[in-house]
Each structure stands twice: as structure tokens, then as C-alpha cells.
């Protein structure tokens, strides 16, 4: 039996007799479809446990129901209005009529904000919501926008629960445009709270009331008709992984059999966990491997491939869970919850850009979008003469990408094109602009829109498909999930090429008490470009690279509305995600561009980016959900921000869009409004707060070209737009100096020698497109770094 993901997983593929894992939930029936996916998964149980005071907790119910208010159903009896097919006057009603707080969220909202949220931001909200329930703060809060809080009646002032629902919402609505930025991002992120939570809960049907009102089916259409039987077909890591949670006592002996050394203790690094705050405890496990790899997506997945098939023992600790394709319900809420950094929903501190980033086996290649480029020759050359490494126009550099293209078994078909793609292609060849068909790393009729959740079908080449698989199959790597690093152990290296000498990590299972120590002769840290900072200095490093360089590659997206009787056909939210592509005209290809590719955004994404103008502009758009085609602009940005750490070593990120990189993203919505025109939308918009919603039906070139003026003129800045953020790349950038870079050419960090980073953080800068293949490519090269690092530190022995 080999430790899985929430069950056990049988070699003869059969149970047991009285196993306990499916006992209860799947019994021993086959043939009868699962409804609601891996009965693991569909017990996803988001925070509910929070600190807020009965006051607070009044004002975010307040603040919630007003995004989502119950109302009168858009129409009259008798009077016709626009359905989605299959729904009826009746689900829309319903739907009208639903409020927030109706099911029961608020205990989630405000457990959210205090996982999202660094202290010192969550004590200012928290003084928001304080002030919103007395009279005087309300009318603090209201000051300019034009909502009257005073009451001839005592105590005189009225608090935010206490105005009428109106009220309530021009006060929202003086908020999101407000001269005050921390109003505005106090505006989008109880917005997008509020909108996430609400349209990802599902019921005990796997179902969500608001979703047959708006045409959404819910869970991807393979998993809802998956049968039981898929359940014991074997995973592809097999027992190559290990859920450390899961193991529990029995972790030990299983990587001891696994022919790792696992030891009663380890002095030196006893000595340096007393240093880091650490008691000694009797559950501590000790061991001993060639390498140790934080992290399993896109660096650390080649990585264990390459030293695994070079005969080194090495152990994979990823902070995630792992799911199989298998396991997927392809639910937003429990895709969110499992698989992705603080559930997805992230940002900057001033709230200005959201982060997205995977938390699971696989990282971010388990939750992509399947687009694949190789770095592209100009930004190759870039990193040449500007930051003097050669390695980008070497032979191995070219060979890597071969490589990695190889395996991903990158191609460039696609069988059909999703509706969201079509309008693209269609409204980039009427316009005469660049456009074309995307390479990605499935096959041509991977026809997908619900991977952003974790593939269903297996189909998507992610590293727990390949990279990780190849690593396990040579029976030398462990991939051990829900296992957290804090620390990376290093100590004076006497004699050696750098001060420091690396010796492996302490970490965390799950969220308990129980630490693992790995000494380990290589340490590769893979966590990605947000979390691979922190890291490094909690663990004492001092380069003052380390955090700062970090691109985003900032994105907003711009819609179109497309009824039911325009072409082409279908719903948004079918399909493969992401298959066509337009240049950004503003810049010339070897310039900091952009791109325009399109983007999948299910109910409660949707709701959550969306612009709100009022609770009914919120439920018409929800309406239009399953019709509303989506282009994204991604911005190969000049600037940079910084990953860093605060005094309780809690990562923080601050970002701020330049003005060269704002004037390419305002470009890039302008040509996508253009695009939806011309591909037949009747209604557009755009990501900025005013949440201004555009006829095009009926209207004049002169009157397009006037809302077009009114984008320019407004502010892309990330407090008067959603902007998000896919790729994150920089924040330990390589380079050949400690002055100017946080690792050297071949990944090691200047000051710990045997310290190396795999991840996006090492390039150089932002890569302008779709980066997996980029850094698998420099992963590749790196693991020869590595390796030849340890044959030298055999040899020294």
C-alpha cells in the first residue's frame, strides 16, 4: 500500500475488506457515476474560524449583502427576457432573490481576510469594519460621497448596518472611485471577497445556488460522468509519493525503505535549530539524501528528473497536496482551497495587484494554461549583453530547450478553437492584426476549459505527469508533499569558494508540530519567484538581491458580451483555455510588449474580477457570465517590485506598475475593445472600477471611439484596475556579481555554496511570454550545475 492523496491506493488496484479510506463514501459500486469527484476533495472544508469582533462581523454582513443583495427579478410577469437555454424565469428569480449572507459565508469571508492578510494590513481593515459600526465612523468613511448618515434620531449618527440598502451601495460606489486609495483597495478586496466566496460554495449536492440561473454546469462534464472504477486506476507517481500528513508515524520506515538514511538525530543541525527558535521534540524525524529539492513544479520537477537519472538519492518536499487526474473534481472552491497559494487569492500589500500561483504537486504546471514558448531569441540575446550570461545563446542552453520541449510534448494543433479563442482570431483577421495559434503541451483535441483546477483527464503534460514521474521511476527521488520548509541550514564554510556552505532544510508537516530535517549534500530551492525569497531570508542569507527584481508580467482583461444568437457559439468557460495569441501593435516585437491571449474565468473568478457598479449591475453580469468572451493583455514589464519578509519573517510584496509598462497595458486593452467590436460583441468593458459597461449595439464609430478616449484617460494604476498577475519571475535573479544578482550563472547563490535556485525567480528579467518552458530550460542547465557540484563534493570525501 503506498500513501496517496486521502486514501490508499492499492497495487492490484482492489480494497480491502473493511478498508477504511472508501468505506463510507464510495462503498464498493463501480459502475455508478461519482457526481461529485474524489470523495476526498468534495470534503474541502474552507476557514471558518476567525477573530473578529461582533461589531466587525456585523459590518463585513453588511458589506457582503450589499455586493449581493436580494432584489426583485429584472423582469414583470408576463414581459420577456433574455434566458440562457435550459433556464427558466423562475431559476432567475431565485437567483435574484439570493443574498450573501443567505448561505452562510461571512464566517468564511472573515476567515479569509485573516489567512490572506499580513497583521499589520488585517488591523487595518479590521479598524475599517470597527469604524462602520458606530454612527461617527460610518460618517467618516462616507465623507464625499454623497450618502447622508446623520438621524434626527439618537444616537443621531447611523452605522453602516443601519442605512438603508441604497444607502449602502452609494457608499460602495464612492468608495471604488474614491481620491483615496486605500479606499479603493478596501472597495476591490471586500469585492472580490465577497464574489469568490459566495459563487464557489457548493452544497451537499456539489451544486451552487446561484449557478443554474446563469447557465454554469458546474463541474468539468467528464468528471460529473467518471465512474468509480477510474478511482483505482494507478496514479502516475505511484508510491514514488508520500503524503507526510498522511504517513504520520509510519513516515521513517517508509522513506527507510525507500533506501533513504534516516537517522536518530543529526548534532550540527540539533545546534542550529535551537538558533531558529526550535525545541527539541520526539516526533522529529532526521535523514540524509545527495539532494533536497523545495518545491515540485517547473524547476523542481527537471530537477529531480535529471540528478534521479544521474544516480542521486533525492527527496522532493512540496508544500501542497498531490492530485491525480483522477482526483480532480474541477470544483472552484475546492480547486482554489487545495491547489493554489492562499487560495488564489493573494496580492501585493496594497491589495494593487492579485499573485496567483499553485500550491500542489506539479506548482504552477498543475494549474496552467498549457501555453508554450521558448524563450524568445531577443530576450536571449538580452540576457547576453546586458547581464553577461552567456549560457542563453550557448549550445546548452539550445539543447535544453529541445529537451524540455521534448518531453512536454509541446505541439501546435488544436483540434477546435472555444469560443473566447475564435473571437480573437475572428476579430484579429477583420482588423487585420497579427495573430496566430498558440503551442502548448497537450494534445490537439485537449479541449479543457476547467484546468485552471487541476486536469481532469490527464491530458495536460504538468511535471507530476512527466518531469516527476521519470524522477520516481528511477527509484531514487521521493516526492513528499504537505511538507512546509522554514529554513535552509548553511554554516561557515572555512577554505571553501564562498563563506557559507549549505546543509539542507528543516520543515514543517502539514500545519502541525512534527519538523523533518534532510542534510542533504545539495539544496535546490524551487518555491517559485514569491516564495523562494522569503525563504532564503528567514534563513539568514543577506544579499540584497534576494526579493528584489521581482516582474509579474502585470494582466487586465477586457470582455465582450456575445447573446445567444450571435456568433460563434458556445460558453466561455468551455473549451481549451488558451490556444490563440495577438501581439500588442503599441511596441515592436524586440521591445517590452505585450500580448493579448484570452483567459478562462468561471463564476466566482468572474465575480470576483468583474467591476460592480451596484448589487443589480453585479447579478446582470453574472447573467451574462456563460456569453461573455474575455481577452487578456500581459505586459512584459519594464519595472519591478520586491518579495520580502517582515519582522515575523511573513513574505510581503509590493509592486507598482511604471508608467512605460502602463501605457503598453493601456494599449493592449484598446486593441482587445477593438478586437470584441469587430468579432460581433454587443456590450464591452474593461477592468477599471468604474465598471462602465458599453453598448455597442446601436452605437456610432464616433461613440466607440469616445469610450475608447474615456479608457485612455482613466488610470491603469493598480488601485483603478483589477490587475492580476500569472507569472512571477526576477526576485533572485542570476547574474555575474553578488551587486548586481542573487545566484551566479550556474544557480548558486553567492553567499552558501551548494545552495542553488531552480524557479522563476532567477531570470535574468521578465520574459514577455508564458515562461514554463523557459524555466524548465534554465532548470535543466542548472541541474548540470548541481551534479557537478556533488561528483566534486564525492570526490573531496
Known sequence: MAI??????????????????????????????????????????????????????????????????????????????????????????????????????????????????????????????????????????????????????????????????????????????????????????????????????????????????????????????????????????????????????????????????????????????????????????????????????????????????????????????????????????????????????????????????GKTVGGGTAVNWCVSFKTPEHVRNEWVNDHGLDLFTSAQYEQAMQAVWKRLAVQPEVDKHSLQNTVLLEGCKKLGYECGTLQRNCSPGHYCGWCSYGCPTGKKQSTAETWLVDAVNTGNAVILSNCHAKHVFHDANPGGKKARKGHGVVATIGE???????????????????????????????????GKYLRVHPATTCFGYFPEEVEPKGKSYEGGIMTTYSPVTLRKPTEYGGLLETGVFHPAVFAAFHPWQSGADGKERLLHHARTSHITVVTRDKGFGTAKIDNDGLPMYSYKISPYDEQTLIAGMIQSLRILVAAGAVEIGTQQLDGERFKVKGATPAQIEEYLDRVKRRRARQSSIQIASAHQLGSCRMGTSPRTSAVDARGETWEAEGVFVADGSVLPTSSGVNPMVTIQSIAYCTADSVAHFLHGASSAK
Open 512 to 546: 502541525g508540530s512534527t519538523r523533518i530535517f534532510v542534510k542533504a549534500n545539495a539544496t535546490v530551492i524551487a518555491c517559485g519567484a514569491l516564495l523562494t525569497p522569503p525563504l532564503l531570508l528567514r534563513s539568514g542569507l543577506k544579499n540584497p538581491n534576494i
Open 4 to 357: 496517496g492523496n486521502g486514501q490508499a491506493e492499492f497495487e492490484n488496484g482492489t480494497q480491502p475488506e473493511g478498508s477504511p479510506d472508501f468505506q463510507d463514501d464510495v462503498k464498493c459500486d463501480r459502475n455508478k457515476p461519482v457526481v461529485h469527484g474524489h470523495p476526498a476533495l468534495l470534503r474541502w472544508t474552507p476557514p471558518r474560524n476567525h477573530n473578529l469582533s461582533p461589531t466587525q462581523f456585523e459590518s463585513l454582513k453588511s458589506i457582503a449583502d450589499t455586493f449581493v443583495p436580494s432584489l426583485p427579478p429584472p423582469f414583470k410577469a408576463g414581459e420577456e427576457f433574455e434566458l440562457m437555454p435550459g433556464v427558466t424565469a423562475e431559476d432567475v428569480a431565485r437567483f435574484y432573490k439570493l443574498k450573501a449572507s443567505d448561505e452562510d459565508i461571512i464566517n468564511v469571508m472573515a476567515a479569509i481576510l485573516e489567512v490572506l492578510m499580513r497583521p499589520p494590513v488585517l488591523k487595518s481593515v479590521l479598524a475599517v469594519l470597527q469604524l462602520l459600526g458606530t454612527g461617527w465612523g460610518t460618517a467618516l468613511l462616507a465623507c464625499g460621497g454623497g450618502v447622508n448618515t446623520v438621524s434626527l434620531k439618537y444616537p443621531f449618527f447611523r452605522k453602516f448596518a443601519n442605512l438603508t440598502p441604497e444607502e449602502r451601495e452609494k457608499m460602495l460606489q464612492g468608495w471604488s472611485t474614491s481620491l483615496l486609495s486605500p479606499l479603493r483597495r478596501l472597495f476591490k478586496s471586500m469585492k472580490s471577497i465577497t464574489g469568490y466566496t459566495l459563487y464557489s460554495k457548493i452544497n451537499d449536492e456539489g451544486e451552487n445556488a446561484a449557478w443554474k440561473a446563469i447557465g454554469y454546469t458546474g463541474m468539468d462534464p467528464t468528471v460529473r460522468s467518471r465512474s468509480k472504477e477510474e478511482y483505482w486506476k494507478p496514479r502516475p507517481l505511484g508510491d514514488g509519493h508520500v503524503d507526510a500528513k498522511e504517513a504520520g508515524v509510519r513516515l521513517k520506515a517508509i522513506l527507510g525503505a525507500k533506501g533513504f538514511s534516516v537517522l536518530d538525530e543529526i548534532k550540527s543541525f540539533r545546534v542550529q535549530s535551537r538558533k531558529w527558535g526550535y525545541s527539541e521534540s520526539s516526533s522529529d524525524i532526521y535523514m540524509e539524501c545527495d539532494v533536497v529539492i523545495v518545491g515540485s513544479g517547473s524547476g523542481g520537477g527537471v530537477m529531480a528528473a535529471v540528478l534521479a537519472k544521474q544516480g542521486f538519492k533525492v527527496l522532493v518536499l512540496e508544500k501542497g497536496q498531490y492530485f491525480a487526474a483522477q482526483d480532480i473534481t474541477s470544483l472552484e472552491g475546492p480547486g482554489m482551497v487545495n491547489m493554489y497559494e492562499k487560495m488564489g487569492a493573494q496580492s501585493t500589500d496594497d491589495g494593487g495587484v492579485s499573485l496567483i500561483a
